[in-house]
């Protein structure tokens, strides 16, 4: 049987700390970070307008092959935007999963609609496909409008699966469901730039939009900011005037056709994006090497630790290893903390929130069990991996 120092010199060793503090995911600046960023300064196009967005733009659209990429000021306005142009409407309810980051069920509340939760899958904790169905056909009926919920007279306005730690979720078989149902997909990637789902193709591409986030903690960052996915020729477009707060082009006039936002990704953020986006490639290979190096550790100790789904490619974002039970789990924290290993469990549950305790639900018997027993692990980039 393993104690915590088993698995606390697996985490050490995995990163070459034999002492001092290991973080959960610390940023990695080894490229062109300081020259891009000083090319802002001098050139004082630090703000709105710049080069250094349409480079962030194409390079992310080389990345992930969405036709339209839209660079915004954060992930979670990334999500609220896309949920606006995928129609939710004030009073809508829009399924996701309950493991997830707030920011999900914020974006969804900003647009005065609440989410309704449905259970996440075992092997990939991202929302079932199964579990979607489940409640649609239990809970809901469809109408001329769409798909309602039964008990609120509610319409469902979307469908918001989450990509977990990197880890793709069954999305085409999502995809097919929503299409089948005539919901909007919208795909909240945030955490898995570089990941890729059935067929090959990029996280976040596979539904009406998808979304990025590229705050501090996530496989690249701008400092904060994030993007907007889509193939629609009017809504990418639309997705961009929207963001940029709705102003018609001009040399000198300030004229706005609607009420827009000002959800634009500054030049000097998107500096930092580009130089970071040269070394994907190389943050992934390392991050995967990561997790077979923490996979074979394991699986001699005889700890669950969390891999890709099958058809799948993960860009291991964060690495997760599973406890027995949630008393374990609490003394493996304290433990690991205790030594300078940061750990932590898995965010709580959006469905025990105050603000969304309240929302209808389905089943949530593997949102619980995970809630429960899961603990990420250190996860940042190595130091040798993407030198420039
Ligand atoms: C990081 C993250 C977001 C967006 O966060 P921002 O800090 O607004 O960029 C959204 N959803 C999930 C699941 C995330 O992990």
């Known amino acids: 049987m393993h104690t915590f120092d088993d698995i606390i010199a697996v985490i050490r060793t995995a990163h070459n700390a034999p002492e001092g503090p290991v973080p959960l995911h610390a940023p990695r600046f080894c490229g062109n970070e300081g020259d891009y960023v000083q090319q802002t300064i001098a050139s004082t196009f630090v703000s709105s307008v710049g080069a250094f967005v349409d480079r962030f733009e194409a390079m992310l659209r080389e990345a992930t ?93 979307a469908c918001v699966p989450m ?109 930092l994006g580009c130089a970071q986006l040269e070394n994907l490639d190389a943050f992934v290979a390392d991050k995967r090497d990561l997790a077979a190096t923490y996979a074979r550790a394991f699986a001699g100790l005889g700890v669950p630790f969390v891999v890709e789904p099958a058809k799948s490619r993960s860009n291991y974002w964060l690495n997760a290893i599973l406890m027995d039970d949630a008393t374990r789990r609490d003394a493996f924290l304290a433990a690991s903390n205790d030594a300078g290993v940061m750990t932590r469990p898995v965010w709580e549950p959006l469905c025990d929130l105050p603000m969304y305790a309240d929302c209808a639900h389905g089943p949530l018997t593997v949102t619980r069990d995970i809630a429960g027993r899961l603990v990420n692990i250190p996860s940042s980039v190595r130091g040798t991996a993407g030198a420039a």
């Open 65 to 157: 092959e969405a036709r339209h990429v839209i660079a915004t000021v954060n992930g979670t306005a990334a999500l609220h935007m896309a949920l606006l142009l995928a129609g939710v409407r004030h009073g809508d309810i829009v399924l996701t999963q309950a493991v997830s980051f707030v920011a999900t069920c914020n974006a969804i509340a900003y647009c005065g609609a609440a989410p309704a939760f449905v259970d996440i899958d075992a092997d990939t904790l991202g929302l079932s496909p199964d579990a979607l169905r489940d409640f649609l056909h239990t809970r809901c009926e469809r109408t001329a409008e769409g798909w309602r919920e039964r008990a609120s007279g509610r319409r469902i306005g």
């Open 163 to 271: 990509h977990t730690f990197g880890h793709p979720c069954r999305i085409a078989a999502l995809a097919e469901e929503c299409a089948r149902a005539g919901i909007p997909l919208v795909e909240d990637a945030a955490e898995a730039l570089g990941s890729y789902g059935d067929g090959g193709r990029h996280a976040g591409t596979f539904g009406l939009f998808g979304t990025l986030s590229f705050n501090g903690n996530k496989i690249i960052t701008c400092g904060g900011g994030g993007a907007i996915l889509t193939d629609d020729p009017q809504l990418g477009p639309l997705a961009k005037h929207m963001t940029t707060t709705a102003k018609l082009p001009h040399r000198w006039l300030y004229r706005h056709d609607m009420t827009g936002y000002n959800y634009r990704l500054p030049n000097i953020n998107a500096a």
